[in-house]
């Protein structure tokens, strides 16, 4: 009983601070936008730079699953053993035809919806672009209702209708870029929502959590690049601060946060950490307000309360349902 408390204490504080952390993450490109990046040059950097430290944990999850299969020692020495490793390990890190066509359209979603969202930075305050683009469980609803004719529950309708409302709060009539800023960050729920649904259904679900980070962010940062120089948005930075900020942007959120995120899923379960994940809009804009003096009427407090509700009603009765079924 005491390690089934502490492994969901441990789950609860993992997820908190990997929302905070992503709460942080329209704050520093902010930052970084200072030094002279753009939005999308962003992209690149978040996703180029962790490689390495991915690839390294994607072979050593890789490694321990060999070492964990019947009939392989855990220990063994030698050339002709050595090689032998080597291959298994190649073959393992591997993508089948059918997981590369998947992987390939999966990470144009992913993609698009992080240029979607560090482009709204440029036009609305970061808690409000962050608030908006959490609106994305709404749209996944949305979609089973539209395209698999799923029918929409009193929760799901609830949802639907607190999503409105915030959207509508965040909207300021004369405001310059307001709309646009808006829009992107809409999109990028939208785009999100793809994401989500599409890796549900593929065969990318069963992939190793970090072999699948690695293939994912290595193809999306091509993606961006490609994008990047396509519409000649792409800046290499010349400071050495924006290549510090930019490496510790790239590692907080690519590393730290989305393994905090995963180790919490598998401690407290994908319910609990919804509703702990609504802490990073309100990091957003309680920072935004704090460091950057973003103004934060009572107006934008009412949408994120909004949202936040929307989310809430989602993922709370899905959670009372399983534990009813449990019992």
């Known amino acids: 009983e005491g390690n089934k408390n502490m492994k969901e204490f441990r789950g609860f504080m993992f997820v908190m601070i990997s929302a905070v952390i992503f709460g942080c993450m329209p704050l520093a490109a902010k930052v970084i936008y200072a030094e002279g990046c753009t939005s999308v040059s962003l992209v690149v950097y978040r996703y180029s730079i962790s490689l390495p430290v991915l690839l390294v944990l994607a072979l050593r ?24 490793r080597v291959r298994a390990l190649k073959r393992r890190m591997r993508l089948n035809p059918i997981q590369l066509r998947q992987m390939l359209v999966l990470s144009a979603g992913f993609c698009a919806t992080t240029i979607l969202l560090f482009s709204s930075y440029n036009y609305i305050s970061s808690g409000s672009a962050t608030t908006i683009h959490f609106s994305y469980p709404v749209f996944v609803i949305l979609a089973g209702v539209v395209i698999f004719k799923e029918k929409l529950g009193a929760a799901g309708k609830a949802a639907v209708f607190f999503c409105v409302l915030g959207l509508i709060c965040f909207y300021e009539p004369g405001q310059k870029g307001g709309a646009q800023g808006i829009f992107l960050a809409l999109a990028s729920g939208i785009t999100y929502s793809f994401y989500m649904m599409y890796f549900d259904k593929s065969q990318l679900k069963f992939i190793r959590p ?72 309100i990091t957003s804009v309680v920072l935004g307000a704090v460091l950057f003096h973003e103004a934060v009427v009572i107006k934008t407090w009412v949408g994120v309360l909004f949202i936040v509700v929307s989310v809430l009603s989602i993922t709370v009765p899905a959670r009372k349902r399983q534990m009813n079924r449990s019992d």
């Open 210 to 281: 970090f072999k699948m980070n690695f293939y994912l962010s290595a193809v999306s940062g091509v993606i961006a690049f490609l994008f990047a120089v396509f519409t000649d948005s792409f800046v290499l930075l010349h400071s050495a601060r924006g290549w510090l900020f930019a490496a510790a942007f790239s590692f907080m959120i690519t590393i730290v946060a989305c393994i905090l995120f995963q180790i919490g899923i598998a401690d407290i379960g994908a319910r609990k950490s919804a509703v702990l994940s609504t802490f990073e809009p």
């Open 61 to 84: 999850e890789q490694m321990k699953v060999l070492k964990q299969q019947p009939g392989r020692p855990v220990r063994s020495v030698g050339t002709a053993v050595y090689k032998q």
